[in-house]
Every structure is written in C-alpha cells, then in structure tokens.
C-alpha cells in the first residue's frame, strides 16, 4: 500500500525559514514526478513547486518563485521543500504529491495520484 507523509510543517514567523519533508513508502517512485501544493483557508488548492524524476528539471507557483526549493532524493524516496522569507500569505496546509504517470516535472495537480495528509504552515507577522 502507498503511504505519503509530510512533515515538517508549524508556527514560524515572517521572514523565518521552513523545510518540509515528504517521504513516501510502498513502491518507489524514481522514475515519477513529485510535487509541492497548498491550500489556505477558504481558497482553492494552489500549486506550489514540481521535480522530475531527475531532479533537474524543477517549477515553481508565481508566488513562490525565488523563495521556495523542491528537491528530491529518489533513493530515500523522498521530496523536499526548503522554504525561506516566509510571509503570512504562506500560512496553508502543504500536501506532498506523487504522480503515476508522468517523469517529467507537470504542475496540474490532475497529474498526480497520490497525496499525503497535508502539513500546517502557520506564518506570522
């Protein structure tokens, strides 16, 4: 059975740093992409950052670009999210993402499978 599970999440204030870890179980995903989304209070679930199976090829939401990192590391099959100069608009639940189908990094969240449980951020000013 497929697990996803996030970690990482809390209370920091703005201007803080934050590094989220998404570690998957049950089958590898090395040749899957992986992705980063949001959901906020109220708002529809955002795009946040996608990997390739490779690493090397990497997207960032507008909102995002410049401040966020998404990284993996198939061999612990696992996805990071280094996320630096965090504001209040930042504060969501984070949902960790895998994809069945795609190697190539994709930011509709229709392209992927499988989903953690999601992680709080809660950033204040």
């Known amino acids: 059975q497929v697990q996803v599970v996030e970690s990482g999440g809390g209370s920091v204030q703005a201007g803080d740093s934050l590094r989220l870890t998404c570690v998957t179980s049950?089958?590898?995903?090395?040749?899957?992409?992986m992705a980063w989304f949001r959901q906020a209070p109220g708002k529809e679930r955002e795009f946040v950052a996608t990997v390739s199976y490779s690493g090397l090829t990497t997207w960032y939401g507008d909102s995002v670009e410049g401040r966020f990192i998404i990284s993996r590391d198939s061999a612990k099959n696992s996805t990071y999210l280094q996320k630096n100069n965090l504001t209040p608009s930042d504060t969501a639940v984070y949902y960790c993402?895998?994809?069945?189908?795609?190697?190539?990094?994709?930011?509709?969240?229709?392209?992927?499978?499988?989903w953690g449980p999601g992680t709080q951020v809660t950033v204040s000013s």
């Open positions: 049950g089958r590898s995903f090395r040749t899957k992409a």
């Open positions: 993402s895998v994809s069945d189908t795609h190697s190539n990094a994709v930011r509709e969240s229709t392209a992927y499978h499988y």
